[in-house]
């Protein structure tokens, strides 16, 4: 076994472990919050679901223009410096917003760092892309679903048993590991952005921006993220509605829903990189279409069954989709990618994310406030089967696309 892990550890490069292990403690600052959020928005503030999903909507659009800034940013400037205004900026945001006591403020602070914090998001996807070759990605991200695991292992159980006294100390503990891996990355990681030629005419910042359209005429492309955005607005209901729904229908305080979320995280780090060994190779429009119908599965169960073993069954499901389909989706945005525009694609790939956080905690909030909320999860399903269709329509497509020539690669700008 020890063997194996040190044949694993040698098969990638020092940078990338490092990576990992910056990756691991900012995850784990961010667990104890995220999965809470939503109790803590509704508690404070005295809200219902629908004022928190509004909420979560505007960090998502503002996220959103905040990647697409930093997607073009990454290609002219560099990674590392990216990633390192996104760390600090988050340490100050998170103080922000547990000091905050007026929801009006809130919504405005929300849209401030919503913008800034999501800036090096398509840096930090574009630095895995360039520290391993293609063969190495789909592990490599599936490694970092690993060590994000693992926090989420511990995350969530501290920041049940924090939150129930304090939910500032929680903001305040996450702007600790943000400001503990900045010190990471600026001492250990270098810059990873590849040398462009010395003959190549360099580009001012107005030709970087405008290099988006190259990405927009992508069409394949552009249809990916459209079934993945499908996939994730089921997916996302999980962590955005999964445990405000627990508490109200089913009575499950927030330690039985973080003990849900540790389950899954438990699992991921024992199976993940078993899991996507045998998924390696094998097309991967097609595995996103299994691991889109655990999904399918797995949430729609919530609005059927009452115990919490079935619970428990229903998120093994989701967490067996997510080990299918999270480093294969992360893996496929890096192959569309030409090697100078990965900044701007990854930016792109943060729109199958960012629509799905803005519509769906927004829509199951009104299901949630003024229907059956069963329904949150019989239209989960229903959303996941017209995903699995679209990734089996794009298998043959996305299979040529792959296989093509480099010269049939889209255009770079």
Known sequence: MFTGIKDTYNEFPRTFWTLVGASFIDRLGGTMIFPFFA?????KFNVGMTQAGVLLAIFSVSGLVGSMIG??????????????FGLVFSALSSVSMGLVNELSHFYLLAIFVGSLSNIAGPAHQAMVADILPEEKRTEGFGMLRVAANLAWIFGPMIGGLIAGRSYLMLFILDAITSLIVAFIV????????????????????AQTFAGYRVVLADRLYLVYLLVSMFMLIAYQQMYNTLSVYLRD?????????????????????????????????????VMMAVGTALYMVGLAMFGF?????????????????????????QALAARFAPEDMRGRYMA??????????????WAAGLILDNYNPDWVWYAAGIVCAIAVIGFLSLHMSAQKRFAAVPAEEPQRV
Do not use: C, N
């Open 305 to 329: 069954v009452s115990a919490y073993w079935l619970f428990i069954v229903a998120i093994l499901l989701l967490t067996f989709g997510e080990m299918v389909v999270m480093p294969i989706s």
């Open 39 to 43: 109790l803590y928005v509704t508690q």
């Open 249 to 285: 229908s089913h009575g499950v305080p927030a330690r039985g829903f973080g003990a849900l979320l540790s389950i899954d995280a438990a699992l991921v780090v024992l199976l993940q990189f078993w899991v996507t060994r045998r998924v390696r190779g094998r097309p991967p429009m």
């Open 348 to 361: 792109f790939y943060s729109l199958a994310w960012a629509v799905p956080s803005t519509i769906g905690p």
């Open 186 to 205: 600026f001492r250990s990681i270098p810059e990873t952005k590849p040398q462009e030629p010395e003959t190549e005419h360099k580009k001012t910042l």
């Open 71 to 84: 997607g073009a940013l990454t290609d002219k400037f560099g990674r590392r410096g990216m990633v390192l």
